[in-house]
């Protein structure tokens, strides 16, 4: 590593994230099933019963606990029932851990832990095993949840980072930022005259209605944009897959008190986490129907065409902004909103 | 609950752990899969290609970071493991959730990164997925690890806390308390003339040869005795299968610096933690088979016979004490040793 200590930008999921997993994790936990680096690991188990399992994990440190359109108990469901779901599988156990420090109100737990069993039952999920730990006070910011997540992928669904092809088709299942900027103005004490609500929301549903209305062979990659925002996940999948990525500006769906909340804290939405929305990358021959099995869920209302997969600048993010120019997008370097999920 | 704050002794693996998991998670999260509480959860994939998986997560807190026979890496990735064998699964996939204080050095992480890969291997398990949160100084004490598992159960394993019977043998592993005494002497900054190790190790070698040297359909119960020791392990065998557990205090293996230890700080090796140490419930007929397989690994050169199931005194622990006299043995009460693992 270029430093000697680990900064708040290394958990950002942007280049420093990046950078920690190629030259710490990749190097010491080298496997193939860890190599893709998607949302989950794709598990084979051979034999006469053998089938495909995905398998996920992330931990959860949102700060404030509880925020307009959740609370970390329902983020730390949703995430780990997207990243599943973003490899195509149909999420069916989570585990859960948490951390707890030392003097948190028994309240509060109830009412988070309440939250994890409705978002389970709404996305059809059991938390099925789990793990508490204390620490003394000041040894933890009151409460951490680890979320790891078990899913069965069907035969036919080929979905991973490297798989996006030149003329494929780049879809967006609706606004973006709407989570980081929610999180972000309610540190800030900051309001706004209409309220911004975190998209916080499970997307198995609406995967498994991508992939019945076009046919999973048809879906090449699905990716659920959350730390690093679009511009990050677009940038990994350039990554894995070895070609370009082109998005229209005057595309992008913003909600305008999103937008006037980055304007204001001069962030771009662009690098702004999502908790409810996905990324798919299809074959240009289903675009129409893919969008609107999207449109047709109501957590796809708002879903855009918003770019295309290319062959020229293979690995990278172009953006056609609104004026006509054009810029290559990187991934989000340092750490644009601390403990955001 | 009797308290309106979570209180250290909630996270103790004893008593108000117990009502924590019963009255919280038991009450929101009911489902068939949770219920038995067992180390792992069993779940069970249905269809032509059906199997049983066992599933498993706990986080790793343990301070200090490294300790005489372990670090906390080599701690998050045994313990899982073992959690997984304790269901009779051979263990295959693990995931990593990282969540970092800033300022951590980037050379602790990996020595620690590294110290898991090195487990890993030794174990013929794969860290497949993982995710990593860095927090702000202050939010966090260095460095907290959660480690999902995932394993095959193998047809004609039956293991379960429930599944103790009056005449079945109960064996350990090996001596008690060396994880938890290291521990505490480290912090408390003791040393002795024999120097305490903890006994951090993968036991799934141990139980695969256990399984294969008695067959699986008479091994009934596995548990690692970790927090909260042999008698809380005791205790929630004996109350998940409403048998009663007796033990004979002369034939419990302690070694003798941690029995110094012990009595120098006022505590009782049955109540301390063990991490590379199993309890084996298995009939009568194989008791011999059982230790003798045991016996052979390394890893269980000190197993010993230490007691049966009985059908008196049905959901509780005995303890025969070396004077004669037989006492009841409870689950921990209050935390005795926090941030042990």
Chains 1, 2 share one sequence.
């Not at 679009?230 to 370009?244: D, F």
């Not at 305008?256 to 804290?265: G, I, P, T």
Request: net charge negative.
């Amino acid at each position: 590593m270029t430093t000697d200590l680990i900064l708040l930008a290394h958990g950002s999921g942007g280049k420093l994230s990046h950078d920690l997993v190629q030259r710490l994790f990749v190097r010491h936990f080298s496997n193939p099933a860890l190599l893709p680096l998607d949302d989950s690991a794709v598990l084979e188990i051979a034999g006469p019963a053998g089938m495909r399992l995905a398998f996920t994990t992330d931990s959860y440190v949102v700060s404030p606990l509880f925020f307009p359109g959740g609370d970390i108990g329902k983020l730390a469901v949703c995430g780990t029932v997207n990243d599943l779901s973003m490899s195509g599988a149909r999420p069916l156990w989570l585990s859960a851990g948490f951390i707890i420090e030392e003097g948190l109100p028994f309240a509060d737990l109830e009412q988070i832990v309440a939250s994890m069993a409705d978002t389970a039952r709404q996305a059809g999920v059991q938390v099925v095993t789990g793990d508490t730990k204390v620490v003394d006070r000041g040894s933890a910011d009151r409460l951490f949840i680890n979320t790891a997540g078990v899913g069965v992928i069907a035969p036919g669904v080929q979905i991973g980072g490297q798989r996006a092809r030149p003329g494929d088709a780049v879809l967006v299942s609706g606004t973006l930022g709407d989570h980081g900027m929610t999180i972000l103005t309610q540190r800030e004490g900051l309001t706004f005259d209409s309220p911004l609500q975190s998209d916080c929301a499970p997307l198995n549903g609406l995967v498994a209605s991508l992939l019945a209305a076009v046919g999973p062979g048809h879906v090449h990659v699905l990716r659920d944009p959350t730390r690093g925002g679009l511009a990050t996940t677009l940038n990994e999948i350039a990554s894995a897959s070895q070609a370009g990525i082109e998005i229209d500006e005057t595309s992008l769906p913003v909600r305008e008190a999103v937008r006037a909340a980055c304007e204001l804290l001069g962030l771009d939405p662009l690098y702004v986490a999502n908790e409810g929305k996905l990324v798919a990358i299809v074959e240009q021959s289903v675009v129409s129907q893919a969008l609107a099995a999207l449109q047709r869920d109501p957590l796809g209302a708002e879903a855009a065409l918003i770019g295309h997969v290319s062959d020229r600048h293979p690995g990278r993010l172009v953006l056609h902004t609104a004026l006509g120019a054009r810029r290559v997008v990187d991934m989000l370097a340092g750490e644009q909103l601390p403990r955001i999920c």
